[in-house]
């Protein structure tokens, strides 16, 4: 990697293409380190495996690196920027800092993946005008080809097989929009559906959790699903047109629940970014982001679904 990227003290966003543990140990390691010379905060966010990897090779470097299991902070990919890259960034104002962060891996599955592209690519965003250096891996002997395609779109600047090119097709906010697409329905016969307006949110609520705990949602996440449906049922009726319905049924793993309304979401940012400390209100779509295990949603004008997966 050249030193050009690694040492800027703006904001910097290269994609590192791997194919082997060779090519993914040399360069996120001669990454750390340069930071670590360099006196930056650095941290490392990758699946567990990767996360091992690096421990093992960074040794005593790694002393000083801050680690965390992506597959587990940043299962869904809406709370990655705010609890993983801002949190960090924030922790050290003034400073320029590095961080390693790989949200995509091979084990993503295709209802994951359209949040994992619209995160990389709000990244540039978040981040604009601050100095931060985000290098986002993609192991390109793993992943399918539309997922380097899209990296190529959300990534200014590439690295693959040691050289560093500026991306051709850099576009993220054509990657936001292209996955801002309709979410596949829920299974015939086997949803429960409830309207509701100011005057029947504590029935909605009510209703879908007792549903919710039918379906099989443990114990220990019931209260996590009850404030994420009272944050969005909530907003339905302040800020999506006095109403909306929720829905609810099982997959294999989670349960599934979602609020369709007449409200628009405009800022593609929203829910990912904390709003100032001394702004009351704007925090209830975090919220949900940092209770839930998946978000996706769907936004258009004069209409919004927002769906929420939370594991068994």
Not at 171 to 186: C, F, K, M
Not at 187 to 212: I, M, N, Q
Not at 223 to 242: I, K, P, R
Not at 273 to 279: A, H, K, L, Q, S
Request: glycine share 10%; proline share 8%.
């Amino acid at each position: 990697m050249r030193e050009s990227t690694a040492g800027a003290e703006v904001f910097t966003h290269p994609a590192l293409f791997y194919r082997d543990q060779f090519e993914y140990l040399s360069a996120n390691v001669a990454f750390v380190r340069a930071g670590l010379e360099a006196g930056d905060p650095v941290a490392v966010a990758v699946p567990e495996d990767n996360l091992k990897l690096l421990r093992g090779e960074l040794g005593k470097d790694g002393s000083g690196v801050t680690f965390v299991d992506m597959q587990q902070a940043g299962r869904n990919p809406g709370r990655i920027i705010p609890r993983v890259l801002l949190a960090f960034a924030d922790a050290h104002p003034g400073r320029h800092v590095r961080l390693i962060g790989e949200p995509i891996w091979a084990g993503r599955s295709p209802t994951e993946y359209p949040a994992c592209a619209q995160h990389e690519a709000l990244i540039n965003h978040a981040f604009t005008g601050r100095r931060v250096t985000i290098l986002c891996p993609y192991d390109a002997s793993r992943l399918a080809p539309h997922v380097l395609t899209d990296a190529h779109a959300t990534h200014p600047v590439v690295i693959s097989g040691g050289v560093e090119l500026v991306s051709g097709s850099y576009a993220p906010d054509r990657v936001i929009a292209a996955y801002n697409e309709p979410l596949p329905g829920p299974p015939g016969g086997l949803v429960f559906s409830f309207s509701f307006d100011g005057d029947l949110l504590p029935d909605a609520r009510h209703l879908v959790l007792e549903r919710a705990v039918a379906l099989g949602l443990a114990p220990g996440r019931r209260d996590d699903f009850a404030l994420a449906v009272a944050e969005l049922t909530t907003n339905s009726v302040l800020h999506g047109g006095g109403r909306g319905t929720v829905r609810i049924w099982a997959d294999a793993e989670h349960v599934v629940w979602e609020v369709e309304d007449r409200g628009h979401i405009g800022d593609p940012l929203a829910g990912r970014c904390p709003p100032p400390p001394d702004r009351p209100g704007g925090r209830g779509l975090l919220l949900v982001h940092f209770l839930s295990d998946l978000v996706r949603t769907h936004t258009l004008p004069g209409s919004t679904t927002t769906r929420c997966y939370l594991r068994r």
